[in-house]
């Protein structure tokens, strides 16, 4: 196996120092590696949206500063209000879930009594049946005198 190697290193507009290794060996490929310039380290990375951005003074007068801004105070508004809505919904939902459960806890109390005040004449009528009937062995038998001598 041969290798050859060779490095370029170049600094970028972030500072950060990017490392080409250009190696030939059998097949693999190498990735550039990221360096940071200063030995100190300990940087922060800077997400790719803020990269572009300068920190320079923003004119508060200029027609674009305003334009955002009152699109920023809708945006705003809108947000609150749509954040107040969904509380007013959610309470209403609350107070019908509220009121319908007090309606079937007294639907429940209602059948309960409905079913105890059955339940109470089912037993009765059995127990008075029980007691007109009597048991298959003890029937007393009634003996007729006309059919006596026969």
Do not use: C, W
């Amino acid at each position: 196996m041969s290798k050859t190697s060779q490095q370029n290193t170049a600094t970028d507009a972030n500072g950060v120092s990017v490392i080409h290794t250009q190696a030939h060996t059998s097949g693999l490929q190498q990735v550039p590696q990221l360096v940071p310039v200063s030995s100190g380290g300990g940087g922060k990375a800077v997400p790719p949206s803020k990269q572009g951005k300068k920190n320079s003074f923003v004119d508060r007068n200029s027609d674009e500063y305003r334009q955002r801004r009152e699109r920023n105070n809708m945006a705003v508004k809108k947000s609150r209000l749509k954040s107040k809505q969904k509380a007013q919904d959610t309470l209403q939902r609350v107070n019908q879930l509220k009121e319908e459960n007090e309606r079937l806890e007294a639907k429940i109390k209602l059948l309960t009594k409905e079913l105890s005040v059955l339940k109470d004449l089912f037993l009765e009528h059995a127990h008075n049946l029980a007691d007109n009937v009597q048991p298959v062995g003890t029937e007393t038998t009634t003996t007729n005198p006309e059919n006596n001598g026969q």
